[in-house]
């Protein structure tokens, strides 16, 4: 059974910084890859960033390049998302999923949540002004 264990959320003021960490256990699939996505109060969820350790693919939404980064450590199993220079708009839960594909499957689907075939139970980051 696929696990997926979110962590580091918190509040801060803005323009202050977080790490979340993701930890994946129960899988046995030799290819996968993992994102971030974010649901804000009241809004949809939406993608953040994604990763496929295989080749170095990464993938961040618009409004946080420059700001987030993306990492994986294969050793540990653990999914990290470096978030610098938060703004309030980046308030929200934030969670870890996992799909069973490569770069190829990341470079053109990694937007969809529907399309994560595994999801953590989610953090809080709340960032104030």
């Known amino acids: 059974q696929v696990q997926l264990q979110e962590s580091g959320g918190g509040s801060v003021q803005a323009g202050g910084s977080l790490k979340l960490s993701c930890v994946a256990s129960?899988?046995?699939?030799?290819?996968?890859?993992m994102g971030w996505f974010r649901q804000p109060p009241g809004k949809e969820r939406e993608e953040v960033a994604a990763?496929?350790?295989?080749?170095?693919?990464?993938c961040y939404a618009d409004s946080v390049k420059g700001r987030f980064t993306i990492s994986q450590d294969n050793a540990k199993n653990t999914l990290y998302l470096q978030m610098d220079s938060l703004v309030p708009d980046d308030t929200a839960m934030y969670y870890c999923?996992?799909?069973?594909?490569?770069?190829?499957?990341?470079?053109?689907?990694?937007?969809?949540?529907?399309?994560?075939?595994?999801w953590g139970q989610g953090t809080q980051v709340t960032v104030s002004s």
């Open positions: 129960g899988y046995t699939y030799s290819t996968i890859s």
């Open positions: 990763i496929y350790s295989g080749d170095a693919t990464t």
């Open positions: 999923a996992l799909a069973p594909y490569g770069s190829s499957w990341l470079t053109w689907n990694w937007r969809s949540a529907s399309l994560w075939s595994y």
